[in-house]
């Protein structure tokens, strides 16, 4: 099988240029404001970053080439997400942060023609934010576990009305529209039934409660508590088809762990970046620091980890372009980036010694920023039971054929 591992110049040269314009525009904001996007400005800095993105021709570069974006298969999107997750505002200025990214991606395939015109061309040009309101708050509702899914969306003339609570939204405040995952059938716990609706964000019985304070601070609009109480949503405005919301939502998790693991890689490159600069400078115990083997197991171990998160994401980016599900292969690399990624940040941190836990250096808001990666889009122990779960059924069928 013929492997090649190579980029286009076209490719390279937008990650060149990504690199350099986060570099000049976004990191000194995000060190200004020490990751807090919306003290940063939020919206306000999110529509004058992406208006010097699209100028520089890097805006929306996941996005169809019909609503200006660039319109890059998995694979491709790869290298540039990484070098725009270097800053943590680098998402949010070329407009392929969660959730609109991953909401771009699924409107692209699902969405009917007038749903494109009133959504996706508006979010995938940057005039509005989205949310997917999934989540929902215990001791019931759906967390981890899509089944226990409990707001409901009951049959009405002209449409569907919607009630329900959501927990953890990331984006709500401020959102242009809502994706809005309710029960169609069965009860709480069963399998399926679940269905999609597009909601504007002014529509009547949609509330934002709060905002969860939580240790990441760079998503704009934050992770909120919401209330939909009688949301009526008009039968042109289903996403994809009755019944089958579990199943449409797959074209949008698999792709969008994987923008997550892009994103994030960017992340750790930096902090590993930072702290080998340091220890290659440091003084101490005779020589520098990076002359002590402890500090060269460490990076090492670093290095080890960027490789290994890099050859599971193309695998799964591989599988993703040629159209299959790539089940196992986005729970791995998810999986393992995520824990791989905060494991290098903290080695970061040790390496920088007390600089490592002050503000002087961006690691420990970096560790933070990193930390719910190992919950968001699914906790590694979900993803752990997923895989084992299909490798037990695989065994199963390799011994029914035997037998």
Same mark, same amino acid.
């Given at each position: ?9 076209? /490719? ?5 240029? =990504?690199? &350099? ?31 010097? #993105? ?9 996005? @169809? ?25 680098? @998402? ?18 699902? !969405?009917?023609?007038? *749903?494109?015109?009133?959504?996706? &061309?508006?979010? !995938? ?25 409990? =707001? =409901? ?6 449409? $569907? ?9 990331? &984006?709500? %405040? ?33 509330? /934002? %409660?709060?905002?969860? +304070?939580?240790? +990441? ?53 930096? #902090? ?10 440091? +003084? ?20 080890? +980890?960027?490789?290994?998160? *890099? #050859? ?8 993703? %372009? *040629? ?26 941190? *040790? ?12 690691? !420990? ?19 752990? $039971? ?12 390799? #011994?029914?054929?035997?037998?």
């Amino acid at each position: 099988m013929p492997i090649d591992l190579s980029y286009s110049p076209e /490719v390279t040269d937008l990650v060149a240029r =990504t690199e &350099g314009f986060i570099a000049e525009h976004v990191l000194p904001v995000e060190m200004e404001f020490h990751g807090d996007i919306e003290a940063a400005g939020g919206d306000d800095l999110r529509r004058d970053l992406n208006a010097k #993105a699209k100028e520089a021709g890097l805006f929306a570069p996941h996005a @169809p080439v019909e609503y200006g974006g660039l319109g890059l298969n998995m694979a491709d999107r790869s290298p540039v997400f990484t070098a725009a997750g270097h800053s943590v505002f680098g @998402p949010a200025a070329l407009h392929i942060g969660a959730p609109d990214e991953g909401n771009i991606h699924m409107l692209d395939h699902i !969405a009917s023609a007038a *749903q494109r015109d009133k959504y996706l &061309g508006p979010l !995938a040009t940057g005039e509005i934010r989205s949310a997917f309101a999934m989540t929902e708050p215990a001791p019931d509702g759906a967390g981890a576990d899509p089944n226990c899914l409990s =707001t =409901t969306a009951v049959k009405v003339d002209g449409g $569907w009305k919607i009630n329900g609570r959501k927990r953890f939204i990331t &984006g709500a %405040d401020g959102a242009g529209f809502y994706i809005i995952m309710a029960r169609t059938a069965g009860k709480v716990g069963d399998r399926g039934g679940a269905t999609m609706f597009l909601a504007p964000g002014d529509t009547k019985g949609i509330s /934002v %409660d709060r905002h969860l +304070d939580t240790i +990441d601070k760079a998503m704009i609009g934050g992770h909120c508590e919401m209330t939909f109480a009688d949301v009526f949503v008009p039968d042109e405005d289903v996403l994809g088809e009755v019944d089958e919301g579990y199943r449409y939502a797959q074209v949008r998790l698999g792709p969008a762990r994987m923008t997550h693991v892009m994103r994030w890689m960017g992340v750790a490159q930096r #902090a590993h970046a930072i702290a080998v600069d340091y220890v290659r400078e440091r +003084d101490g115990f005779g020589g520098k620091l990076a002359e002590l083997g402890m500090i060269q197991q460490m990076i090492a171990d670093n290095e080890i +980890d960027l490789a290994a998160a *890099q #050859a599971l994401l193309m695998r799964a980016c591989y599988e993703l %372009d *040629q159209g299959e599900h790539a089940s196992d292969s986005t729970s791995i690399a998810k999986t393992f980036g995520a824990e791989a990624f905060s494991r290098i940040v903290d080695r970061c941190i *040790q390496m920088c010694g007390g600089l490592g836990v002050s503000a002087d250096l961006p690691l !420990a808001r970096l560790a933070n920023e990193l930390r719910p990666f190992r919950i968001y889009d699914g906790p590694s122990e979900v993803h752990r $039971w997923a895989i084992a779960k299909r490798a037990v059924g695989r065994a199963r069928k390799a #011994a029914e054929r035997k037998g």
